[in-house]
């Protein structure tokens, strides 16, 4: 079988998402998702203009070959741009193989390890109240694991939290939005949040809060201290993570679990997290960790070292990184939760798909390859448009971490 075609789509049917398809001459095509929030166009031209020449006449079977071939004949390595573009191929190519050879993916990648995949959602609201009853939605709607957001006494805008109604969508139009944090304003109030939650909804939920990368690891470890009688299941980005010996720090004073990583792309930004046990859930995903081949090995090294996968789920990732991911988590034995932000009704219009949701699960669906498909008219009519992710200033001024 060989490549004949490999096309990218930039599309916003509710937001960007970038999609190649890759065409074969035994009229099999696979997708992959290529979408980096606020940089979509960098993608898109990364892949036109430097791997599609590269990868017709190639064989789609080998993508442990062509992976190498795109990863260590760029010579300028890694870096989220390089790839989200390389992982769009990599699962594209997985998408062929299963198709081709009448199997769902997670059957290439050890068989069924569990039937149902563990997922939490997000709750959050502009003041406490307003985020403890959205818990309590959540919890109707079947979920048994939810993260919980909330505004922040003092601040405009706190990351997560969704605005008039409508769902969470934090990249906007025109240029980024300047977002005003408080670290002291957070820390004083977040212990609060999160013990009311508890005290509502008592031990049976398992609760989650993404710091998103906001704490010094001194801060991070106050905080784990603090939050310790609340049980988190996970506290997720307490630090900017390239320090990684910075979770030495943090780990020397909470047993607060930590989840790291949707900003990461290659396995050499989380090895010493990983092998020094410093975090206990690995959330690089398909999309911007290069793929489903370096993903696969990700989670191999990561189950020697107790550490299991927390996949990012967020609604800048398409429904063809969630059913990539969710593949995954079928098969390995150290999976330990997914994130579930379902995506708009026209984007699953969009990419129709196998997966579905059920009682707090995700189940991956029995159709030969990822099990979605891209509706290309119906994508046609949602021209991209250019949007970016915030950023944030201290309140003097000073550049921070969004
Ligand atoms: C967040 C993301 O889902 C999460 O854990 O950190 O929503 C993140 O803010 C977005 O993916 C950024 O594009
Ligand atoms: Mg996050």
Known sequence: MKITDAKVFVASPSRNLVTLKVFTDAGVNGLGDATLNGREQAVVAYLQEHLIPCLIGRDPFQTEDTWQYFYRGAYWRRGPVTMAAIAAIDVALWDIK?????????????????????????ANGTDLEEAVDDVGRH????????????????????????????????????????????????????????????????????????????????????????????????????????????????????????????????????????????????????????????????????????????????????????AAALHVNTAINNFGIQEHMP?????????????????????????????VDYNEELASRYPYRRAYLPVARKPDGTMFDW
């Not at 299963?98 to 997000?122: E, I, M, T, W």
């Not at 009682?359 to 991956?364: L, S």
Request: glycine content about 8%.
């Open 98 to 122: 299963a198709k081709a050879l009448d199997l769902p993916l997670y059957q290439l990648l050890g068989g069924k390890s569990r039937d149902r995949v563990l997922v939490y959602c997000h």
């Open 343 to 371: 995506h708009a009704a026209l984007v699953d219009e969009v990419f129709p798909h196998e997966y579905s949701f059920r009682a707090g699960d995700m189940y991956i669906g029995e159709k030969p390859g990822l099990g």
């Open 139 to 322: 919890i109707e709607q079947g979920y048994r694991a939810v993260r919980v957001q909330s505004g922040i006494p003092g601040l405009e805008a706190a990351y997560g939290i969704a605005k008039d109604g409508r769902k969470y969508e934090p990249a906007t139009e025109g240029l980024p939005q300047e977002t005003v944090w408080s670290t002291e304003k957070y820390l004083r109030y977040l212990p609060k949040l999160l013990t009311r939650v508890r005290d509502v909804y008592g031990d049976a939920i398992a609760l989650l809060h993404d710091v998103h990368h906001r704490l010094t690891p001194i801060e991070a470890a106050r905080l784990g201290r603090e939050l310790e009688p609340c049980h988190l299941f996970w506290l997720e980005d307490p630090v900017t993570a390239e320090l990684q010996e910075g979770f030495r720090l943090i780990r020397k004073h909470t047993v607060t679990p930590l989840a790291v990583g949707e900003v990461f792309n290659s396995v050499y930004d989380c090895l010493t997290l990983i092998t020094e046990q410093l975090i206990d859930y690995i959330r690089m995903t398909v999309v911007h960790g290069g793929g489903i081949t370096p993903i696969l090995k990700l989670a191999h090294l990561a189950e020697p070292y107790h550490v299991r996968t927390g996949f990012h789920g967020a609604t800048d990732l398409s429904p063809i990184t969630m």
